[in-house]
């Protein structure tokens, strides 16, 4: 059973830029594809970011391209989504979620095990 933490969520103004972690208790993490989620109040959950197991591939929403950068460091078990140019329709809690899954549907929630609590992210003037 594999937990994860996610941490740097904050306040920051439109155009900012934060950097969230996802902390794993188990160095199985390494075996596991990483993604991102936002859920907004009242909205689904929204597919942000994903990365292969060994890091080596990335996949991102159209609406985040070019502005998030998701990593990982498997010897620290954490991954990471570095994110600029925040928008005020940005504002979410932000998950992190882990599983075997590695395909094309990498944007679906259900196919991922593990997942975070979350972080909350807050863009505002």
């Known amino acids: 059973q594999v937990q994860l933490v996610e941490s740097g969520g904050g306040v920051v103004q439109p155009g900012g830029s934060l950097r969230l972690a996802c902390a794993a208790s188990?160095?199985?993490?390494?075996?596991?594809?990483v993604a991102w989620f936002r859920q907004a109040p009242g909205k689904e959950r929204e597919f942000v970011a994903a990365?292969?197991?060994?890091?080596?591939?990335?996949v991102y929403a159209d609406s985040v391209k070019g502005r998030f950068t998701i990593s990982r460091d498997n010897a620290e078990s954490t991954a990471y989504l570095q994110m600029s140019g925040l928008k005020l329709e940005e504002t979410a809690e932000y998950y992190c979620a882990a599983g075997d899954y590695w395909g094309r549907a990498y944007y679906l929630p259900t196919l991922y095990t593990y997942w975070g609590r979350g972080t909350q992210v807050t863009v505002s003037s």
């Open positions: 990365i292969s197991a060994s890091g080596e591939t990335t």
């Open positions: 188990e160095r199985t993490f390494s075996n596991y594809a």
